[in-house]
């Protein structure tokens, strides 16, 4: 692995500094701190999510949780410009039992403030519940060999915020943006196909308006899994932090603009708002199968002679021959990961928006036939319950 490679080069010819490999220091999170919203507490308890990682990462947290009480060192690095806007935090871990390398984690705010740019689906600070509730429910689909690896640790981040709670991303150094799909020759592959669809479903119960070309990864056509098997999927999505926002809609989402250094940003508020208004009373289950990322893929995908990701006969059969199998667990993850927030009226604009798009994939599992006129199609919405506090 090339980064393997570089830090331990690094580390040869580098005489230890101090100032470098070192455990945390609390300065390392003013960023975090800066970006965090205070209200965020009163809504969600962070302490019931720092065990709310899948079984399966459980080495990893405890690798993390010693290294950041200084057992072990560990390398501090600086964002690239390619991160968005959020406050965060890199390190490079050094390696642990079974694991293929070093690798690096990426720290996020748990509470994080509301940002301007999103702020016209975002309105309630629940970034940190959202990333492990979002993890919770792909595990629960058995789909979470997809979903990236995180977990909650509290860190002293300084006077005030001793145990300050935040998301640690542990980053896969395989992976690339499906941004870079369209220009490598390699990157498709027709087992794709069974993924994408789970993928928009998962999004679109989510309400995931965040699903551009950046948070969604791919692996190389070699990638092997920890016991050196192929990997059971190749894409790996990422950033669920604005998930369960229910909102807004694909329909009255903005059109971004192109930022060379921070990839699309959406238009400012005002404007945004103005677009919305249009998608403010519903949502649109094809919209989720036409986010940025999938048609990133699709494009290369098409060379392989598939159809549309957007075409009922690879909608439909996917929710009949999917859905009705993993929903029972879907649900009571979503019930058991609702009892975690603080403000019932929260939880209750959650759970309607969720019981809404269950119950649309319900029927349309139940129908008898696969075929959908284009009225049918053209409704595939379900209504956006929206809550201002
Ligand atoms: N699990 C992961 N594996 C590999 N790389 C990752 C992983 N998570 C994030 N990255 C890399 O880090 C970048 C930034 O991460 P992320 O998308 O979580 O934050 P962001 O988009 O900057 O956050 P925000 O949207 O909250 O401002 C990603 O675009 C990707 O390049
Ligand atoms: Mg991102």
Same mark, same amino acid.
């Given at each position: 692995m090339p980064f393997v490679n570089e830090l331990e080069a690094f580390l040869k010819r580098t005489p230890i500094d101090k100032s470098l490999i070192k455990a945390v220091h609390p300065n390392d999170f003013s960023a975090i701190i800066k970006e965090t919203d205070p209200a965020g507490a009163d809504v969600v308890d962070h302490t019931q999510d720092l065990?709310?990682? @899948?079984?399966?990462?459980n080495n990893k947290v405890e690798h993390y949780r010693s290294a950041i009480s200084g057992s072990s060192p560990m390398v501090r690095t600086t964002p690239t410009?390619?991160?968005?806007?959020s406050a965060k935090a890199t390190y490079s871990l050094p390696r642990a039992d079974k694991m293929q390398s070093p690798y690096k984690v990426l720290v996020k705010p748990y509470h994080e403030k509301l940002h301007e740019r999103a702020k016209f689906w975002q309105k309630h600070p629940i970034q940190g519940w959202a990333e492990m509730t979002n993890q919770s429910l792909w595990h629960a689909a058995g789909i979470g060999h997809m979903h990236q690896q995180v977990h909650v640790s509290e860190h002293d981040m300084g006077p005030g915020f001793e145990k300050h709670p935040a998301i640690v991303v542990h980053m896969d150094p395989r992976a690339q943006a499906v941004?870079?799909?369209?220009? =490598? @020759?390699?990157?498709?592959?027709? =087992?794709m196909m069974h993924d994408i669809p789970k993928i928009a479903i998962m999004d679109f119960l989510t309400n995931?308006?965040?699903?551009?070309?950046?948070n969604l990864l791919y692996l190389p056509q070699d990638a092997r899994d920890e016991e050196g098997f192929?990997?059971?999927?190749?894409l790996l999505a990422i950033d669920?932090?604005?998930?369960?926002?229910?909102?807004?809609s694909h329909k009255g989402a903005p059109k971004f603009i192109n930022d060379p250094l921070i990839g699309d940003i959406p238009l400012p508020t005002e404007e945004q708002d103005k677009i919305n208004q249009e998608g403010k009373n519903k949502d649109n289950l094809i919209h989720y199968f036409d986010s940025d990322a999938l048609r990133t893929i699709e494009h290369s995908s098409?060379?392989?002679?598939? @159809? @549309?990701?957007?075409s009922p006969r690879i909608i439909i059969p996917a929710i009949a021959r999917w859905w009705p199998n993993v929903r029972r667990q879907v649900i009571a993850a979503m019930d058991s990961r609702l009892r975690?927030?603080?403000e019932s009226q929260m939880s209750e604009h959650i759970r309607k928006n969720f019981i809404e798009r269950v119950n649309l994939l319900d029927k349309i599992a139940a129908r008898p036939e696969w075929y959908l006129t284009q009225a049918e199609y053209k409704d595939l919405n379900v209504p956006l319950h929206v809550w201002d506090r």
């Amino acid at each position: 692995m090339p980064f393997v490679n570089e830090l331990e080069a690094f580390l040869k010819r580098t005489p230890i500094d101090k100032s470098l490999i070192k455990a945390v220091h609390p300065n390392d999170f003013s960023a975090i701190i800066k970006e965090t919203d205070p209200a965020g507490a009163d809504v969600v308890d962070h302490t019931q999510d720092l065990n709310a990682h @899948p079984r399966s990462i459980n080495n990893k947290v405890e690798h993390y949780r010693s290294a950041i009480s200084g057992s072990s060192p560990m390398v501090r690095t600086t964002p690239t410009s390619l991160f968005g806007v959020s406050a965060k935090a890199t390190y490079s871990l050094p390696r642990a039992d079974k694991m293929q390398s070093p690798y690096k984690v990426l720290v996020k705010p748990y509470h994080e403030k509301l940002h301007e740019r999103a702020k016209f689906w975002q309105k309630h600070p629940i970034q940190g519940w959202a990333e492990m509730t979002n993890q919770s429910l792909w595990h629960a689909a058995g789909i979470g060999h997809m979903h990236q690896q995180v977990h909650v640790s509290e860190h002293d981040m300084g006077p005030g915020f001793e145990k300050h709670p935040a998301i640690v991303v542990h980053m896969d150094p395989r992976a690339q943006a499906v941004q870079e799909m369209p220009g =490598d @020759p390699n990157a498709f592959s027709n =087992d794709m196909m069974h993924d994408i669809p789970k993928i928009a479903i998962m999004d679109f119960l989510t309400n995931n308006m965040d699903r551009h070309r950046q948070n969604l990864l791919y692996l190389p056509q070699d990638a092997r899994d920890e016991e050196g098997f192929p990997v059971r999927s190749r894409l790996l999505a990422i950033d669920h932090g604005r998930n369960f926002q229910y909102h807004a809609s694909h329909k009255g989402a903005p059109k971004f603009i192109n930022d060379p250094l921070i990839g699309d940003i959406p238009l400012p508020t005002e404007e945004q708002d103005k677009i919305n208004q249009e998608g403010k009373n519903k949502d649109n289950l094809i919209h989720y199968f036409d986010s940025d990322a999938l048609r990133t893929i699709e494009h290369s995908s098409r060379f392989e002679g598939n @159809p @549309p990701f957007v075409s009922p006969r690879i909608i439909i059969p996917a929710i009949a021959r999917w859905w009705p199998n993993v929903r029972r667990q879907v649900i009571a993850a979503m019930d058991s990961r609702l009892r975690g927030l603080r403000e019932s009226q929260m939880s209750e604009h959650i759970r309607k928006n969720f019981i809404e798009r269950v119950n649309l994939l319900d029927k349309i599992a139940a129908r008898p036939e696969w075929y959908l006129t284009q009225a049918e199609y053209k409704d595939l919405n379900v209504p956006l319950h929206v809550w201002d506090r």
